[in-house]
């Protein structure tokens, strides 16, 4: 369980890493400033995306810290579904899977609930009777 956790741990900070740099800050992925511009506006997009995308490699890290893990789950899980909701009403048709986004989205976040909430319970020990 512990190597699975950290496997996921480390595989949930990657997929933030390469959202923020890759795709916001080295701007890779334009689609991702005109999602920005989409619900924003377009006349600071640029900036807003360099700063979302810092926003998620400052998530990166803190995953990777383990720094009141729950906390932490919990504002990932918020900013995931409350992002993927904003695009598929705003911005359907500049997503990667269009409308389909939102069950990528959906499983992006069981897998950081369960392996935050499910797999770290298992790893804990049992109180010895």
């Known amino acids: 369980m512990k190597i699975l956790h950290k496997t996921l741990t480390y595989l949930i900070a990657l997929v933030w890493l390469i959202n923020g740099l890759y795709c916001k800050v080295l701007n890779f992925t334009p689609r991702h400033q005109e999602i920005v511009g989409r619900i924003l506006g377009n006349e600071h997009s640029r900036l807003l995306t360099i700063q979302i995308g810092i926003s998620e490699i400052f998530m990166s890290v803190w995953i990777i810290s383990r720094f009141k893990p729950n906390l932490n789950t919990t504002i990932q899980i918020i900013i995931i579904a409350t992002m993927n909701v904003i695009e598929f009403c705003l911005a359907p048709d500049l997503l990667l899977w269009e409308k ?29 009777l």
């Open 100 to 128: 389909m986004n939102i069950v990528f989205a959906f499983l992006f976040i069981v897998i950081i609930y369960l392996n935050e909430f499910i797999l770290t319970k298992k790893m804990k020990p049992l109180p010895e």
